[in-house]
């Protein structure tokens, strides 16, 4: 069973920096596209930064600039370095991952979700 596991989040001053990464657990074959998420409270979910397994990325007005998604495929892993970090950027932030387990099967997984909170 593959699960997502994110770590890195907590509780950071504006203008604080935080870097998260996400690798998954179990046996996989690939990984495609890489994501973060995030959802505040009383907020849709909404696409933080994504990144292709060739490495290209997009990202959010909101955080372009700010935020840098990258991903280390020997380790399988993708991060989200956030700098200048801003109180608008306090939510529960989710990798989500398309991974194949075999050749013939891929689907779309999430983590569980890390809390960020930016606040003095």
């Known amino acids: 069973q593959v699960q997502l596991v994110e770590s890195g989040g907590g509780l950071v001053q504006p203008g604080g920096s935080l870097r998260l990464s996400c690798a998954p657990s179990g046996s996989i074959f690939s990984i495609s596209d890489m994501r973060w998420y995030r959802q505040a409270p009383g907020k849709e979910r909404e696409l933080v930064a994504a990144?292709?397994?060739?490495?290209?990325?997009n990202y959010a007005d909101s955080v372009k600039g700010r935020f840098t998604i990258s991903r280390d495929n020997t380790k399988n892993t993708v991060y989200l370095q956030m700098n200048t970090l801003k109180p608008e950027d306090t939510a529960v932030y989710y990798c989500?991952?398309?991974?194949?387990?075999?050749?013939?099967?891929?689907?779309?997984?999430w983590g569980q979700g890390i809390q960020v909170t930016v606040s003095s």
């Open positions: 989500n991952a398309d991974i194949a387990t075999s050749i013939y099967i891929s689907r779309n997984y």
């Open positions: 990144i292709a397994s060739g490495g290209s990325t």
